[in-house]
């Protein structure tokens, strides 16, 4: 089927062994680390598609981990969180984790949550919601979905691929109301699930990013991307005010 | 402190009687003893000169010019010597009598000056000056009286206070008064009683009294306060005062044993939850293996398996405990403190999460005032709030009303989710709090730590959490957080 490197990064080592089996059988090629150590060991030796981050480890964790990191590779990260640890989950995303999962987790929702994230990163986005070619323009900000680029008057910005995504989308359907569920099947790749903040993370993380740009001179910041309460999130401009 | 059956008054009054009792008493023996002091120094000064001279009257002529006193205090001429001075008036007459005698010389004198004094008294209610109840008495050389010189006619009582003198001629005499009459001691009591010096004493005992309970009563307050610093804020590690610890009486004392009281509660309940964290957390891992595991014979079994379904469900649940019970027991590590958030983006985040899950529930949210902000650990009121919500989503209608409502009042924040269900009966509303107790009815499954996770979030961050059944229907829970 499809020859996929995964790389699984826990220190429970009976439980790589059982996940290298599970997803073997779905026709990935698994390899495991069980420390920080490895995993950047094994992360120089082999270009691998996704990996699967255990936040909890001793020594390094997966956090350190992750910001030792990004951005230099790009790979796409899952990181398994502790269930309740919604600081840890939010440091992950923060830190460019792709997506979380609470551990213990199914696996069969551990493999459709490494489907999703693989889905978006390959050429083939799904029809839905699927990004135009040519780039996207408002005002000083420009974001070229074919190169994924995003830059403001010129000035590069740096954002991860879901980051990229959110606003991409948002920023095409400006003036519209893209409900969470929406933005979540877009960006993630799969559907939202309860208590879920993955996309209300990565929306916080765009507006942060852009608001140096967006300086009034009161110092507050133009709000391009507002909250609809109970609806989700819209992209508000006027060319005028987006002037970097 | 102002209310009268409390500690400090009870040692201020017993001290302020009994320091009162006995300076008063020493105040009372003193000032007696003092009274027969200038008792005797006035007799002396008064009539020994007097009796001196009638004593050489006697010796030249053999008999004495004076009187004696009938024993009815009469007499047959008015004596010069035997009038009664006023200094001494007050250890042998009643106040009424002293005044009577005032009066009658006032008006003597009064005549005196009008017409000369040369009137005689008139008839009626005319009383002669009091006599002294003294005796006179020439004395042999054994000591024994031989001869009455002046005085009353009844014998000299035994205990009569006696004066002896000596004549030029060498010869004995003894001038003897009878002690003041006991009644008299109670009106002189009374006049000790009200005077400026008994007033001093009062005085002087309440404020040694006052200063001897605040000095009791401050520490034992201050200990107090600690206490309850510890009980209601939930704040184990907060040790009294070093003032209050290093003092070396016996309250001291009780201070260090309630530190160590509170360490040993501390150090208990810490290993507690660090046993129910290592516990559940060590749960985890064996946990993960074998959701992994029951995946695995799912993919074997086919995905239709009705086996690994309910595998996978039972794990789920599983696992669902072990995170409810973490939770819990993280609770009591939780900082109370958290970065400013506004209450509307909060409300506005549960109000999202339960639509999620049943878009057609109607909820009526309120703040007041609308930019409420609190300085606290969000995590734990959301998760206190989304435990309440649910419930409210677990045991009552679909369609039925739920009200969230955030309002300030004075220094503390009222939260209050109230649904429109059937409420709860009594006996499960006294045990709603309790771990593992569950309500019936619902759907869904739960593990009955909901509520106690609720309540101790609340807590952890020092306000309080009650649940009732509104008077016209459905459960009510208020959340009271200090601002």
Known sequence: MSNERLLLV?????????????????????????????????????????????????????????????????????????????????????????????????????????????????????????????????????????????????????????????????????????????LTRWVLHRDLTAYDRAIDVHVSRVRQKLAPYFEQAGGESVEMIKTVRGQGYIFVYTADQVQG | ???????????????????????????????SRDDQDRWRHLFETQFKDQALELIRDYEANGTSRNPVVEPDGSMIEQPFLWEMPDRLTRFYLTREERNRLERQRREERWRDDREGGRFPPPDHGYNPPPKPPIWLYQVDST???????????????????????????????????????????????????????????????????LILSFMLIRPIRQLSEHVKQIYHQGDLSTRASRKLSQRRDELGELTREFDQMADYVERTLQSQQRLLQDVSHELRAPMARLQVSAGLAEQQLGEGSTLAQRINRECERLDGLIAEILSFSRLESAQKEGDRFAVKELFDELVSDLSFSQPERPVNVQIEPETLHLNLNRDLLARALRNGIGNALKYTPEDSLLELTARQQGGELLIRLRDHGEGISDDLLKELFTPFVRGTGGHGDGYGLGMSIARRAVERLGGTLKAENHPEGGLQLSVRLPV
């Not at chain 1, 026709?27 to 030796?45: C, F, P, T």
């Not at chain 1, 403001?152 to 980051?163: G, I, K, R, W």
């Not at chain 2, 409390?6 to 008493?25: C, D, E, H, Q, V």
């Not at chain 2, 001869?147 to 005499?173: E, K, M, V």
Request: proline share 6%.
């Open chain 2, 143 to 209: 000591g024994v009286n031989i001869n009455q010189i002046t005085g009353h006619r009844r014998p000299a009582p035994l205990d009569a206070f006696a004066l002896d003198l000596t004549s030029d001629s060498g010869q004995a005499y003894r001038l003897m008064v009878e002690l003041p009459p006991p009644l008299r001691h109670k009106e002189r009591f009374a006049s000790y009683l009200f005077s400026i010096q008994m007033i001093m004493v009062m005085g002087v005992a309440a404020i040694s009294a």
């Open chain 2, 1 to 31: 402190m102002w209310r009268f059956n409390t500690l400090f008054w009870k040692i201020f009054g017993t001290i302020w009687l009994i320091s009162s009792l006995a300076m008063s008493s020493v105040f009372l023996v003193l000032a």
């Open chain 1, 10 to 182: 826990d220190d429970d080592k009976e439980l790589c062994s059982l996940l290298t089996e599970y997803l073997s059988a779905e026709g990935y090629r698994v390899d495991s680390a069980y420390n920080a150590q490895q995993a950047l060991e094994k992360l120089q030796s082999q270009s691998y598609s996704l990996m699967v981050l255990d936040i909890m480890m001793p020594g390094t964790t997966g956090l350190e981990l992750l910001q030792q990191i990004r951005p230099r590779i790009t790979l796409p990260v899952i990181m398994l969180t502790g269930r309740g640890d919604e600081i840890d989950r939010i440091l992950g995303l923060e830190m460019g984790a792709d997506d979380y999962l609470g551990k213990p987790c199914n696996p069969r929702e551990l493999l459709a949550r490494i489907r999703a994230v693989l889905r978006r990163m390959s050429p083939q986005a799904p029809v839905e919601g699927r990004l135009p070619e040519q780039p996207l323009v408002i005002g000083a900000l420009s974001l070229n979905p074919a190169t994924r680029d995003a830059r403001v008057a010129d000035q590069l910005l740096e954002l991860t691929s879901a980051e990229f995504n959110v606003l991409a989308y948002l920023m095409q359907h400006a003036g519209q109301v893209l409900s969470k569920e929406q």
